[in-house]
């Protein structure tokens, strides 16, 4: 069974950085992808970035294309998702999920396309 685990969540100024993670455990082999989500209060999950771990290959989505950075690091079984230059509307829990396949980087995969997630770690940004 595949489990996920994040953290790295917290408090932080508008203009600043976090990084929150999110450990893979239950699967072998690198042949699939990790997403990652946010849901704000009040408003729908959204699919913010998204990374083939076996090449790095990656998507971000124009919300937050030129802030945030998703790497993975194989030995850990870690994926991590780098966010610079919060803004108050960056605040949401962020989710990490697994997708048991690859996925062509042009755009996001569905959110019912991944098949565990893990328990969300939140994010707030204050001004």
């Known amino acids: 069974e595949v489990q996920l685990v994040e953290s790295g969540g917290g408090l932080v100024q508008a203009g600043g950085s976090l990084r929150v993670s999110c450990v893979v455990s239950g699967f072998t082999g690198d042949d699939y992808a990790i997403g990652w989500f946010r849901q704000a209060p009040g408003k729908e999950r959204e699919g913010v970035s998204c990374i083939n771990v076996n090449d790095g290959s990656s998507y971000l989505s124009a919300s937050v294309e030129g802030r945030f950075a998703i790497s993975s690091d194989n030995a850990k079984n870690t994926v991590y998702l780098q966010m610079n230059s919060l803004k108050p509307e960056d605040t949401a829990v962020y989710y990490c999920?697994?997708?048991?396949?690859?996925?062509?980087?042009?755009?996001?995969?569905?959110?019912?396309?991944?098949?565990?997630w893990g328990q969300g770690t939140l994010v707030t940004v204050s001004t």
């Open positions: 999920a697994f997708l048991d396949s690859l996925f062509v980087e042009t755009s996001m995969p569905y959110t019912y396309e991944f098949v565990a």
